[in-house]
Every structure is written in structure tokens, then in C-alpha cells.
């Protein structure tokens, strides 16, 4: 397939620096082959990559990883972005970053900070991040950035463990001085997929944690953003992942492959070409595994002579490839899929388990034990 004569330009760049981080998240997003520190891209070539994608009319940067601040380079990265002139975020677990750093950060142009969380009770949030204090440090963190007057997002990822306390996690993130808290379900690829049964919440956690957020949103309404929304697996219909693959961000991993998505390289025949080798604009013009699934001409049915085609694209390309075992399928997250059933038990089945131990991404157990006591 050839790219559309109307191909509009990305909005986003996700740049994950690094994936090295210090947490050990059982749903992290990273592959379950981590990039290398050695392969990882210097911080000129990131420059270059930036000015290409302010270029190309990208508006937002999304400084990524892995944690972000793990790169000593990151204050030169971060200018390198002002100076592309590029609105910039910083996705971080707030470990590593001290009040100095933050303010030479914010000196070099950082904007917006997006500060993870795990939990609202500490010992809880620890084991899943897979650190002891990790908390707590998060939630010091969380002060300084509010001190230093940036912005501030709260992301928490929001499965078996910790879902029944969705409103006081929305609470915690006004009182931390948040502008936007983002609770986000657990995305099954990668990590994820490998604790499913250990993750999964049940259709009764789910069912609860929507209706408390419908009655807690008037509350903060012009003080406090919300997004929450139905996770797949108890959906109807799907979500348009990306708002489309290859239609409005890219992401460039550690090593500098350029992605459609942060999990694509889940899905097995994709090529995926790296900034070192091509310009960023030539990459999302012509990249294989842009063309593989951009717009509609890919489709098969029911969703080829869907009219919500266009709208929802099909829903999420690594999820038909992990229930359907094939990218190409309707995302089964649809109920005009006919795996939309079994997906719902799969999911069912794995809530109803009380296997709760994690297996952490890129962790041996010794390296786990010194980290924090697992139970
Ligand atoms: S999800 Fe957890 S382990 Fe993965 S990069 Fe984020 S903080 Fe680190
Ligand atoms: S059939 Fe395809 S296009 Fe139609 S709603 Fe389902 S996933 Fe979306």
C-alpha cells in the first residue's frame, strides 16, 4: 500500500529515551526485549530527530522511557526540544530527579510534567511498582513540580489491585495540585499480557469504578481533567488506538526503530525503519510498518463495510493480534467480532483467579528481593 496523497502531518512524538528504569511495573509498556543503554541514541541524533518532527508539524513532545531522567543527557535533551520548538512533556515515575535538576529542566524549557502513581496506599503501590519508597518519593516529587510551577499530570494504571480506589486516587491527584489526572486500564501486550490473570479486575470492579467516577466528576469539574473510559475487554465497541495507526504520532524507541504504536512491535513481519537511517518524514511517509495498517484499504470484514470505519479504524491492531493471533482481524474488543465473546471470558476468567503474584519486567527474582520483599 503507498501513502495517501492527503497523508496528514503526526501531532505527537512519543521519544523513549531510555528503557532502563528504576521501577519494575508488571504492566509496564516497554517490550519484553529491552533496548540496550549501549544501543541507545546520543543526544544530537535526538536533537536532529526533533527539529525533523517540529518540521514535519509536530506540536507535542512526549519525553519517554523507561524513566526518562535514568539518561544523565537529559537536560541537553530537553533544550533540544525547546529549541525545535516543540510543547514538551515529561513522562516520568519521578524517581531521580531532584529539585535542582527539576529546575534546570524547567530552565531548558520542560512544560508539563506526567507523573505516574501507583497506588494511594503506600505498601500496595510499592509492590506494584516493584520498589520499596517508591512512594513516597512520588509523591515528594509531585510537590516540587507543583512548587515549581509546572503543569502537572497524574497517570495511574489501574487493574485487579488498585481499582477499587479509583476516587481516591482522583482525590490524592487534586490534592498533589494535579490539572488532569488520567486513569488508565491495563493494556494487555507485552508485560501485561504476561500477568494477565494477575492483573485483570472483574466486571463488578470495573462496573463500580465507572459509576464512582460519573458521581465524583461534577465535584472537580474546572479544577481537575478526568479520563477514564470502559477497558476493552468489557467494551462494546472499540476505541480508535492512536486515533488510528500511523495517522496522528509516532514513536521512536531507545535504539531509534520508529513506531506506529509503543506495543507494534508485538505484531511478528513488521519492518519498522530507524531515524539513524532515514529522515523522520521519509519514516512516516513510507515506513512498511506505517503502510501495513494506516487508513482502511487493510480491513477485511465486518469492518470493511462498517460505517464507523472511519472513526474507530478497526480498534487496536495488537490486541486482534494477541486474542485473534492476527493483526488484521476486527479487534475483538467490537461485539461484531466473532471472537468479541471469548475475549470477555478470557477476561472473566482471568478476574476470577486469586493469582496475585507479578512477574516484574526486567527483573531476576534476586534482583526483586533486594528491591522490596515480595510476598
Ligand atoms: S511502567 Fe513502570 S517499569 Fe515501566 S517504564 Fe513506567 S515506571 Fe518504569
Ligand atoms: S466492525 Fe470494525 S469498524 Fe465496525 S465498529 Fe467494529 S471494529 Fe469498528
Same mark, same amino acid.
Do not use: K, V
Given at each position: 500500500m503507498s501513502a495517501p496523497e492527503n497523508l496528514s502531518s503526526p501531532l505527537g512524538l512519543l521519544a523513549e &529515551? *531510555?528503557?532502563? @528504569?528504576?521501577l519494575a511495573c508488571p504492566?509496564? $509498556?516497554?517490550? &519484553?526485549a529491552l533496548d540496550q543503554r549501549a544501543d541507545e541514541l546520543d543526544a544530537a541524533t535526538w536533537a536532529r530527530v526533533f527539529r525533523e518532527a517540529a518540521a514535519m508539524g509536530v506540536l507535542q513532545l512526549h519525553l519517554s522511557? /523507561?524513566?526518562?531522567? $535514568?539518561?544523565?543527557d537529559l537536560i541537553e535533551i530537553a533544550a533540544a526540544a525547546r529549541d525545535a520548538g516543540l510543547y514538551t512533556n515529561l513522562i516520568t $515515575?519521578? &524517581? /531521580?530527579? !531532584?529539585a535542582a535538576r527539576l529546575a534546570r529542566l524547567k530552565q531548558s524549557g520542560l512544560d508539563h510534567v506526567q507523573l505516574s502513581l501507583q497506588d494511594v496506599d503506600a505498601e500496595t503501590a510499592d509492590r506494584i511498582a516493584g520498589y520499596h519508597g517508591a512512594h513516597a518519593r512520588k509523591l515528594a516529587f509531585s510537590r516540587m513540580v507543583v512548587e515549581q510551577q509546572l503543569a502537572l499530570t497524574i497517570n495511574v494504571v489501574v487493574h485487579r489491585a488498585n481499582i477499587s480506589r479509583v476516587s481516591a486516587l482522583v482525590e490524592t491527584a487534586a490534592a498533589l495540585g494535579a490539572g488532569r489526572v488520567e486513569i488508565a486500564h491495563a493494556q494487555y501486550y507485552g508485560w501485561a499480557l504476561r500477568n494477565r490473570k494477575a492483573l485483570m479486575p472483574t466486571p463488578a470492579q470495573v462496573a463500580q469504578a465507572m459509576q464512582e467516577m460519573e458521581s465524583i466528576r461534577p465535584r472537580y469539574a474546572g479544577r481537575l481533567v478526568i479520563d477514564m473510559v470502559v477497558p476493552d475487554y468489557y467494551a462494546r465497541r472499540p476505541k480508535a488506538c492512536m486515533g488510528g495507526w500511523a495517522r496522528r504520532s509516532l514513536n521512536v524507541t531507545p535504539s531509534g526503530r520508529v513506531l506506529? @504504536?509503543? =506495543? %507494534?512491535? *508485538?505484531?511478528?513481519?513488521l519492518e519498522f525503519w530507524s531515524v539513524r537511517d532515514r529522515p523522520l518524514a521519509e519514516i512516516w511517509r513510507d515506513s512498511p510498518a506505517f503502510l501495513a +495498517?494506516? /487508513? *482502511? #484499504?487493510?480491513m477485511r470484514e465486518p469492518c470493511r463495510s462498517c460505517d464507523m470505519r472511519e472513526i #474507530? +479504524?478497526?480498534?487496536?491492531r495488537c490486541q486482534a493480534l494477541a486474542i =485473534?493471533? #492476527? %493483526?488484521?482481524? *476486527? !479487534?475483538? %474488543? @467490537?461485539?461484531? $467480532?466473532? &471472537?468479541h465473546t471469548i475475549m470477555r471470558k478470557l477476561a472473566e476468567s482471568d478476574a476470577s483467579t486469586d493469582d496475585d503474584e507479578y512477574q516484574y519486567r526486567g527483573r531476576s527474582a534476586a534482583e526483586l528481593a533486594i528491591a522490596i520483599p515480595v510476598r
Open positions: &529515551l *531510555t528503557h532502563r @528504569c528504576p504492566y509496564c $509498556s516497554n517490550p &519484553l522511557g /523507561g524513566e526518562p531522567a $535514568s539518561r544523565r $515515575s519521578g &524517581l /531521580g530527579i !531532584d506506529p @504504536c509503543h =506495543a %507494534a512491535e *508485538t505484531i511478528p513481519g +495498517f494506516r /487508513g *482502511t #484499504d487493510w #474507530d +479504524f478497526g480498534g487496536c =485473534a493471533g #492476527d %493483526a488484521a482481524a *476486527t !479487534d475483538p %474488543a @467490537c461485539e461484531l $467480532s466473532p &471472537l
